[in-house]
């Protein structure tokens, strides 16, 4: 049959299976506007506030269906508006398709009226970049970009297509998408499952490190089945959580910077490290070279350039992790290590997280969320000290319930997340949790989610400062708070509710559940929450910047200095 390009794009799009679009119009991407208009009952689209609200809620959507998401937007800074989402899913290896377009082929290279090389920009964040400049190529491009973009190591791709192409006419034959086979990125033998099970059956004090790769891969089962079969404690990274479940004896708590001093100390004494799809980031390992110093580490990921890439390994497995788990399994030895997990279980009773419980904190909101929602919401954040304190007391007990900026670090991702993961999982209970330095950099988004009549809830940790910068200002700036303290006379609360929101502040612990309650029973709009915290508290425990996790420390070690 003969299509323009834009009813390419939707035919396209319909084959993968796509059902939600995030973006933005403007003018050179209107022809597949008008074509979304004509299939709006087959493809919900999304107007957010900004593009990149467009492309954090198309990562929310993703991490928490599993699915790729799909983001779009016009030329010039409507694409790049989308950098920072794009940026955001490329660190955390989650699978989108970003669409954007450009001017016309016969304007390109001239300084056009909204003109930008978005494929270039995007070049170094992103899986692979296309421009699209004749209607012939669009289908396979966009074939091509949801194949890599799900396949492997997942990530995003940008597909750019000139103006002329979303117009002109030609050919198009529906395909059955191509779906990759786990298999095809398994690079492994049977001595090398049969080496990394001799190091594990050998171990007499072994330790777990699951990071975000077994969330990606769905292997949450067969690392369960495992920490059973070995008996072995395990911690997790901040894109990892709900792999272990949080309740299973075996687990110990997060791990690196502001992670469980019972995992650090763990990871330190333990003499074989089995990492599962983490990369050894900075922020997990501290001084990489006193990092699990008294084990053989065993690495285990999709991307064999993750391989000894930040951390000397001992032996290594290149594979999807639930196919590699699958065969490895049945070569380990049933153990029980009682004095290991005796001695890891004593760190948990000697260093439990804590918190003051004098005044309303952000640990007791998130403990009281956590508990009020039976730990089955799901959760995003944006980043800094509430980042930190809901990994460490939300209960996460399955996979793809958290959803954060784990490797860029972006303020301003949570709410557009949340939106995408409410309309993904409608049935859920979806909250954001942000410092209030982070809400006013996207709290625009609140009008999309008013608009969808989306029963989100936004709780903003209030604190009039940034805190995370503060508290490094704090405890290694000799308290010179240069641009952190937040002088504002802004209410929060006024503002979501002239955007259509509901909206309650908690000033006490006593209240605290009251409020939670109200919010959760909302069913027609988001809510806004503004808790007030102390400016000062802390995020406990803390690895000084080039220090050694095993010398975490908390708020009574600074008392005993």
């Not at 298999?183 to 699951?210: C, G, W």
């Not at 330190?268 to 070279?289: E, H, I, P, Q, Y």
């Not at 993961?421 to 330095?437: S, T």
Request: net charge negative; with cysteine.
């Amino acid at each position: 049959m003969i299509l323009s390009g834009s009813e390419i794009v939707i035919e396209v799009l319909k084959e993968e299976g796509v059902d939600t679009v995030f973006g933005y119009p403007g003018g050179t991407i209107l022809n597949i506007y008008d074509e979304l208009y004509k299939h709006k009952d087959e493809i919900h689209h999304v107007l957010t506030s900004h593009e990149q609200g467009a492309s954090h809620a198309a990562d929310g959507y993703a991490r928490s269906t599993g699915k790729v998401g799909v983001c779009m937007a016009t030329s010039g800074p409507g694409a790049t508006n989308l950098v920072t989402g794009i940026a955001t899913a490329y660190m955390d290896s989650i699978p989108m398709v970003a669409i954007t377009a450009n001017v016309g082929i016969s304007l390109l290279g001239k300084d056009t009226f909204q003109e930008v090389d978005i494929v270039g920009i995007t070049m170094p964040i992103t899986k692979h970049g296309f421009i699209v400049k004749d209607v012939a190529n669009i289908a396979d491009t966009l074939r091509r970009a949801f194949k890599i973009a799900r396949s492997g190591r997942p990530g995003p791709v940008l597909v750019d297509i000139t103006k002329n192409a979303t117009a002109e006419k030609c050919e198009f034959t529906p395909k059955t998408p191509v779906i990759p086979e786990r298999k095809e990125f398994d690079h492994y033998t049977k001595e090398d499952l049969q080496k990394v099970a001799d190091m594990i059956n050998a171990s007499k004090r072994p330790f777990l490190y699951v990071g975000g790769g077994a969330v990606i891969s769905g292997a949450q089962d067969e690392v369960r089945a495992l920490i059973r079969k070995i008996d072995s404690p395990a911690c997790d990274s901040l894109l990892g959580k709900g792999v272990v479940d949080a309740t299973d004896p075996h687990y110990t708590g997060m791990i690196g910077m502001h992670g469980t001093k019972a995992s650090n100390k763990g990871v330190s004494g333990c003499d074989m490290l089995l990492t599962l799809g983490a990369r050894f980031s900075d922020r997990v390992t501290g001084n990489v070279k006193t990092f699990a110093s008294e084990a053989d580490i065993i690495h285990i990921d999709i991307d064999d350039a993750e391989i000894n890439k930040n951390v000397a390994t001992d032996a290594h497995i290149v594979g999807d992790m639930k196919d590699v788990l699958t065969d490895l399994i049945p070569l380990l030895e049933e153990k029980k290590h009682e004095e290991w997990m005796k001695t890891v279980t004593g760190y948990k009773k000697d260093f439990p997280l804590s918190y003051p419980e004098d005044r309303l904190t952000c640990q007791y909101v998130v403990e009281r969320l956590d508990a009020l929602t039976e730990s089955k919401a799901i959760v995003s954040t944006d980043v800094g000290q509430h980042q930190m304190w809901t990994a460490q007391y939300y209960r996460f007990r399955k996979p793809r319930q958290f959803l954060t900026s784990g490797g860029l670090g972006t303020m301003g991702y949570g709410l557009g997340a949340i939106i995408g993961a409410k309309i993904g999982n409608p049935d859920d209970i979806c909250v954001n949790i942000a410092g209030d330095g982070c809400f006013r950099m996207n709290l625009n988004e609140l009008m999309t989610a008013a608009r969808n009549h989306l029963p989100i809830i936004e709780v903003v940790i209030d604190n009039r400062v940034l805190g995370m910068v503060r508290q490094w200002q704090t405890l290694f700036y000799d308290k010179r708070y240069s641009n952190t303290v937040l002088e504002d006379e802004t209410d929060y609360c006024k503002v979501a509710e002239a955007m259509g929101c509901a909206a309650f502040r908690i000033e006490s612990r006593e209240e605290t559940d009251e409020i939670l309650k109200k919010a959760l029973a909302v069913k027609d709009r988001p809510v806004l929450i503004d808790a007030v915290i102390h400016e000062d508290d802390k995020v406990f425990p803390m690895v000084s910047p080039g220090g050694a996790i095993a010398d975490a420390f908390d708020e009574n070690d600074l008392k005993g200095q």
